[in-house]
């Protein structure tokens, strides 16, 4: 039998600061509210803008990093897979939640102000191989979805397809 896709990829910004919860083994697990935007036209030719919002969670080191370096307002890329779930509530009252559980994050964006411009990755110094000074020695984006999962381990930067292109003036169509 074949198995089944559970797939989320959001992009979108946080509407409070992480919350960071330890397990007894001592486990982070951390909780963000992330909000998603679309625009579309309605039949009158007015844009409607429709936000919906996002209870993420993220395990282990993954949830250290992000109670670390996400803050209200800021931007980031998850990627992981939804969880709905069913309990009883203290007045007996059956509820259900809806959770996205991350295995990959990557912070976009700048802190809160919701430009580009802070990056993730370290930089490399100039000494040791950087890209020189000034805007250049500034930290690399991080390719990929990020060295950020649970999988463990860094991943290499994916190769990018342009390095092994042709000059413009060099392709036959």
Not at 15 to 37: F, H, N, W
Not at 71 to 97: H, P, V, W
Not at 105 to 122: I, K, V, Y
Request: proline residues 5%.
């Amino acid at each position: 039998m074949a198995r089944g896709i559970n797939k989320v990829i959001l992009v979108g910004n946080l509407g409070d600061d992480p919350e960071v919860k330890y397990t007894q083994g001592g486990m982070a697990i951390c909780t963000i509210r992330l909000a998603t935007s679309s625009v579309r036209t309605d039949k009158d030719g007015q844009k409607q803008e429709r936000t919906e919002w996002h209870r993420v969670k993220l395990f282990g080191k993954l949830g250290e990093i992000a109670g670390e370096y996400l803050r209200k307002g800021r931007q980031c890329y998850i990627e992981g897979s939804i969880r709905y779930d069913k309990y009883t509530a203290k007045d007996g009252s059956e509820r259900y939640s809806t959770d996205i559980i991350a295995d990959e994050m990557q912070l976009l964006g700048s802190g809160g102000t919701g430009g580009g411009g802070e990056r993730t990755e370290r930089s490399t110094p100039r000494q040791q191989g950087g890209y020189g000074d000034g805007e250049r020695n500034a930290p690399r984006p991080q390719s990929g979805y990020g060295d950020h999962g649970t999988r463990g381990g860094a991943r290499a930067p994916a190769p990018s397809v342009a390095d092994d292109l042709p000059p413009d003036d060099e392709i036959p169509f």
